[in-house]
């Protein structure tokens, strides 16, 4: 599994959205290493972690994330993760609720996907697999990003198209499938106990503002932060806002 370990501190795990891979957080580290230690991985058969023939669920990368903190010998930590890794976030606190601290849940839900859905991502699956991930990409970049983002940041499109490109195919299918296996999270969330902090892109088109408040509402004592004139990728396309958010939510957890 691989992953980056900056800073010093106390932990903070970040994880990534499918078909990206733990680059994405590079604005979070330069923001929040000085004060945290952020650890990002990859998650199984995305980025540079190992690839495996079958589908990646949500239960089996929180496992991967848990024997992560095994092998650094941390115990607990603030987890977060957006889109994909919001899903495995979830996983994981079910699984190993005393492990966290802390819950950040960026561009994400908590149901599960409709019958249509998961026939998409089987479709898309079998897409990558006969086509490779530039079959893709264009169309994958319109849902992620604004419009504002697409004509006006060509450096964070590149960047986004870039990570798309790199991703094994076989690996975004295993995300895939995994996601589309994944259950319905929404009846679970009123046992979170842990502080938590829910981001979302105004202008998300793919987990919308709605599905933020849904969370909002049902994790007590929640705080929800639309970040405006972002999309699916609120960390990347308006990295000030979202940083400044997740500081101000993890400088309040300092005992």
Do not use: C
């Not at 005393?98 to 819950?103: D, H, P, T």
């Not at 986004?160 to 995994?178: C, D, F, H, S, Y």
């Amino acid at each position: 599994m691989a992953y980056d370990d900056e800073g010093s501190g106390s932990a903070v795990v970040l994880l990534h959205g499918y078909p990206f891979n733990r680059s994405m957080w590079r604005e979070q580290i330069s923001a929040l290493s000085a004060s945290y230690r952020i650890i990002t991985p990859d998650l199984r058969g995305l980025g540079e972690t190992t690839l495996t023939n079958e589908p990646a669920t949500m239960q089996e990368m929180a496992r991967d994330v848990a024997a992560l903190l095994d092998e650094l010998e941390i115990q607990r930590v603030v987890l977060g993760g957006l889109s994909m890794g919001g899903y495995v976030t979830l996983a994981f606190y079910r699984r190993f609720p005393l492990r966290v601290r802390a819950l950040i849940l960026a561009d994400t839900r908590s149901q599960a996907d409709t019958t249509e859905a998961a026939r998409n991502r089987e479709e898309q699956a079998e897409k990558i697999l006969k086509e490779g991930m530039q079959a893709i990409a264009d169309d994958f970049l319109k849902k992620v990003l604004a419009p504002a983002t697409l004509s006006e940041n060509p450096e964070t499109v590149e960047r986004v198209r870039e990570m798309i490109l790199k991703t094994e195919p076989q690996g975004a299918a295993n995300a895939l499938r995994g996601m589309a296996l994944r259950t319905d999270q929404t009846d679970f969330l009123e046992e979170i106990l842990a502080p938590t902090l829910i981001l979302v892109g105004s202008e998300d088109k793919l987990t919308p503002p709605t599905d933020a408040e849904i969370m909002r509402r049902e994790i007590r004592g929640s705080r929800l932060e639309v970040i405006e004139g972002a999309s699916h990728l609120s960390n990347l396309e308006r990295p000030a806002e979202f940083n400044l958010a997740l500081r101000s939510f993890l400088d309040e957890l300092q005992p």
